[in-house]
């Protein structure tokens, strides 16, 4: 099993910062493919990024692209979401995933993870 807290979120003003942290426990982390979602009121669950557990590939929604960095600290066991010019539309509960292999194919379905945090609240104020 592995266990996945998410920390960091709050509230911020349009074209402000947060950085998000994961801290993975339990079975090996670096060997795990690891993404963060998130999921607005009334909406199903999306893709935010994911990267694997080298670093050495990563994948982002389109709609974050240029704005957030995922990047990751094997030794601390901590994954990172680093959101910059944040607007209205990032307002969600924001949740790390952790997947069984070093990369996954289908990196932006949730089907593709098997151990989720229990998500941290992002809300930006325009």
């Known amino acids: 099993q592995v266990q996945l807290v998410e920390s960091g979120g709050g509230l911020v003003q349009a074209g402000g910062s947060l950085q998000l942290s994961c801290a993975a426990s339990?079975?090996?982390?670096?060997?795990?493919?690891m993404a963060w979602f998130r999921q607005a009121p009334g909406k199903e669950r999306e893709f935010v990024c994911a990267n694997s557990w080298s670093g050495g590939s990563t994948g982002y929604a389109d709609s974050v692209k240029g704005r957030f960095t995922i990047s990751r600290d094997n030794t601390r066991n901590t994954l990172y979401l680093q959101m910059n010019n944040l607007k209205p539309d990032d307002a969600a509960v924001y949740y790390c995933a952790a997947a069984r292999t070093a990369w996954v194919k289908e990196y932006g379905s949730t089907k593709s993870y098997d151990y989720w945090g229990q998500g941290t609240q992002v809300t930006v104020s325009s």
């Open positions: 339990g079975r090996t982390f670096g060997a795990r493919a």
